[in-house]
């Protein structure tokens, strides 16, 4: 089993996908956050207060279906003497599975970041939200945007921006006062700017060392011209975050809003970084498929081949990709195949039909994510797996064209 981080996404995603989907007849899923620090006792007393005050539910069947929620976990909450370093949560309600039926299920995970607050929660569905949450972006670029009277710092976390800090500078304007020399006045005047310019990077340097570097992506500047590039080739950021400015542009305001309009400005320049890596690979895999050297192969059971003989590099995974590897058996004659469904949450089991050989009803023996089998394979084979989103054109060009499964090859097999 790989573990990567973006294997554990991947199935972090997957997991909320098949949450998603799920529906209680009426308000009867309960959704429970519990963090670290919480005490499991003080959860179990709150759940007996709910127990209590379920009894006033009027529908006979939304209120024996909560209370059956309710009383389920208190007792997985029996087995959870603490709750682990992120927390825990645990989903638990009659499910409506079709047909007039419903199936109390309960789900625990661990989330892979800290829950922040304790959340007991009954809807007809499922809350999600802080979990999502989790998925979002954690990159971070810092954002500067200046000219010689103001200057305002903020942190861009994906779509959101917090603005950090905020100065002024005493720079006098252009016009000198009476009876001052001119060559003086210009003089004083360049120092000043020096010192705001110094000020800013201080500032700046503090705010952006505050974050968690491998989480800082990169640094942004805007403001009038000459002054953002003054401040730039100045280098009057700290050396670390000197070399992680990635680009500057023109922007008209340096408050909170000049934060705004740099971030508009950014459009490409962001989107760019962040698949930069994804893109690369793709890129690559492109570029192979038309050369000569041939060391492109793509579709499920090609590039399985190739990965059985050990023949590729770089397995490319697309995220979006939803199948199923099955092992079908017969009982009665021993006939055997492996088949590969595409399988969505919430959609009902696969019917493997009858033998081929003498009629019998086929079995499902083993069913495993198709993401997992290849990954493993990969694993076992030494090559390196990357998961492609959706997000750009290549990325898209990979589940649509390619059906999310390609590969970049060690040698050429023809494969
Ligand atoms: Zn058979």
Redesign the pocket.
């Known amino acids: 089993m790989v573990e990567s981080e973006a294997h554990k996404k991947y199935e972090f995603k997957r997991m909320l996908e098949a949450l998603r989907d799920k529906r209680g007849r009426g308000t009867e899923l309960i959704s429970l956050y519990i963090p670290h620090d919480k005490q499991i006792h003080e959860v179990s007393s709150q759940l007996r207060e709910e127990f209590g005050q379920a009894s006033n539910i009027k529908s006979r069947v939304t209120r024996q279906n909560v209370t059956g929620a309710i009383e389920s976990l208190l007792s997985r909450l029996k087995l959870i003497p603490k709750a682990p370093e992120n927390g825990v949560v645990i989903f638990c309600g009659a499910v409506d599975i079709g047909a007039n039926k419903t199936d109390m299920q309960t789900f625990i995970i661990e989330p892979p970041e800290p829950i922040v607050s304790y959340k007991y929660h009954c809807d007809s569905s499922f809350l999600l939200t802080p979990l999502e949450d989790m998925l979002h972006e954690k990159k971070t670029y810092g954002l500067i945007v200046l000219d010689r009277r103001e200057a305002t710092i903020g942190l861009l976390r994906g779509k959101h921006i917090e603005p950090m800090a905020h100065l002024t500078s005493t720079v006098p304007g252009k016009q000198r006062k009476g009876g001052q020399s001119s060559h003086r006045f210009q003089q004083l005047r360049l120092i000043a700017i020096n010192e705001f310019y110094s000020r800013i990077g201080e500032a700046a340097s503090e705010v952006f060392l505050g974050v968690d570097q491998k989480d800082l992506v990169g640094v942004f500047i805007g403001g009038p011209s000459p002054t953002k590039e003054e401040f730039q080739n100045g280098e009057f950021l700290h050396h670390e975050i000197q070399k992680k400015v990635i680009d500057l542009f023109d922007v008209a305001y340096t408050d909170e809003s000049g934060l705004y309009e740099l971030f508009d400005k950014l459009g490409d320049a962001l989107q760019d970084v962040e698949v930069v890596k994804e893109k690369k690979y793709m890129e690559r895999f492109l570029k192979e498929l038309v050369s000569d050297t041939g060391l492109a192969s793509y579709g499920e059971e090609q590039v399985r081949k190739n990965l059985e003989m050990g023949s590729v590099d770089t397995l490319l995974l697309s995220d979006e990709l939803r199948k199923i590897r099955l092992t079908i058996k017969?009982n009665?004659?021993?006939?055997e195949e492996k088949k590969t469904i595409t399988k969505k949450a919430g959609e009902e089991e696969y019917q493997p039909g009858n033998?081929k050989?003498?009629?019998?009803g086929l079995v499902i023996q083993e069913s495993v994510d198709i993401v997992d089998e290849l990954s493993t394979l990969a694993d076992q084979m030494g090559t390196n797996t990357v998961f492609i989103s959706n997000d750009f054109e290549e990325g898209n060009q990979l589940f649509a064209a390619f059906g999310g499964i390609a590969a970049i090859l060690r040698f050429k097999t023809g494969i």
């Open positions: 017969c009665n004659c021993g006939f033998c050989q003498c009629g019998s």
